[in-house]
T-cell receptor
Framework: DAKTTQPNSMESNEEEPVHLPCNHS???????IHWYRQLPSQGPEYVIH???SNVNNRMASLAIAEDRKSSTLILHRATLRDAAVYYC???????????FGTGTRLQVFP | DTEVTQTPKHLVMGMTNKKSLKCEQH?????MYWYKQKAKKPPELMFV???????INESVPSRFSPECPNSSLLNLHLHALQPEDSALYLC?????????????FGPGTRLTVL
């Protein structure tokens, strides 16, 4: 399975933008890029996904490099409730598998 | 209803016990999943059911036995577990087998094996 590489941890102040990077140099043409987050004591929660184009939704934006070997999850204004572990995941088009990487632990300070 | 429910929330069992974990969703999803998550580690896929048939078994030991009685319900039967099996067990569901369908996760069952 293709792998993702993320920094172990990042910090942000409240109401500032946060850019969470992910490298996936072994991505293939049919792999979707998914982001999930896991708040303390909860199950993972879907954030966003994309294939080739940048994507926006109410939670975040996903910027995908032109060669698709990296992507960045953007939280436009971090809140204390955004403190979580953020997982970048590659998922093949016709598979049920989500293979989680090690994730980035985001701390948000008031 | 966009919720996946799991019972029980916590479970303590001995190595000779038999117990079951239950997962339920009423979103009409046809794919359901079991994951295992150790402390400070990412979730690891165990099993996938697609249209009530087991489609993926990630080489999980036979002391874990999944069952999908109907499209809304997923069970994980536990027997003769080891202390190293103590973990958070997460259930998830999604619309169908596709790379772009999001998975909805339950809150998990925290299992302790003594």
């Amino acid at each position: 399975d293709a792998k993702t590489t993320q920094p172990n941890s990042m910090e942000s102040n409240e109401e500032e933008p946060v850019h969470l990077p992910c490298n996936h140099s072994t991505i293939s043409g049919t792999d979707y890029i998914h982001w999930y987050r896991q708040l303390p004591s909860q199950g993972p929660e879907y954030v966003i996904h994309g294939l080739t184009s940048n994507v926006n939704n109410r939670m975040a934006s996903l910027a995908i490099a032109e060669d698709r070997k990296s992507s960045t999850l953007i939280l436009h204004r971090a809140t204390l409730r955004d403190a979580a572990v953020y997982y970048c995941i590659l998922r093949l088009h016709n598979t049920d598998k989500l293979i989680f990487g090690t994730g980035t632990r985001l701390q948000v300070f008031p | 209803d966009t919720e996946v429910t799991q019972t029980p929330k916590h479970l303590v069992m001995g190595m000779t016990n038999k117990k079951s974990l239950k997962c339920e969703q009423h979103m009409g999803h046809r794919a359901m999943y079991w994951y295992k998550q150790k402390a400070k580690k990412p979730p690891e896929l165990m099993f996938v059911y697609s249209y009530e048939k087991l489609s993926i078994n990630e080489s999980v030991p036979s002391r874990f036995s999944p069952e999908c009685p109907n499209s809304s319900l997923l069970n994980l039967h536990l027997h003769a577990l080891q202390p190293e099996d103590s973990a958070l067990y997460l259930c998830a569901s999604s619309k169908a087998s596709s790379g772009y369908n999001e998975q909805f996760f339950g809150p998990g069952t925290r299992l302790t094996v003594l």
